[in-house]
């Protein structure tokens, strides 16, 4: 009786991380167009001083929610197409 409820209890928990991984949760995504800034400072392998630069230099849209803030994904996606390298 006590391998089978631990059998159910594994299932459940397999269960769990499978709704949590096709959620997006995973992904450090908010929605499609957002991302938040630390997902980004991990991307590029930044810290905070040169990301605040990096915010401020370049025509980032970025959002602020309490202390969190979040990146709008097109202008990210317009700086990196501005600097492609041929």
Request: hydrophobic share 40%.
């Given at each position: 009786?006590?391998?089978?409820?631990?059998?159910?209890?594994?299932?459940?928990?397999?269960?769990?991380?499978?709704?949590?991984?096709?959620?997006?949760?995973?992904?450090?995504?908010?929605?499609?167009?957002?991302?938040?800034?630390?997902?980004?400072?991990?991307?590029f392998?930044?810290?905070p001083?040169?990301?605040?630069?990096?915010?401020?230099?370049?025509?980032?849209?970025?959002?602020?929610?309490?202390?969190?803030?979040?990146?709008?994904?097109?202008?990210?996606?317009?700086?990196?197409?501005?600097?492609?390298?041929?």
């Amino acid at each position: 009786m006590e391998q089978t409820e631990f059998l159910l209890s594994i299932k459940q928990d397999l269960l769990d991380l499978k709704t949590l991984l096709t959620s997006g949760v995973s992904k450090n995504i908010i929605t499609d167009k957002w991302i938040p800034r630390r997902a980004v400072m991990d991307f590029f392998h930044y810290g905070p001083t040169q990301m605040a630069s990096f915010e401020k230099d370049e025509d980032l849209i970025v959002a602020r929610v309490g202390k969190r803030k979040f990146i709008r994904r097109d202008s990210l996606e317009k700086i990196l197409n501005r600097n492609i390298i041929k």
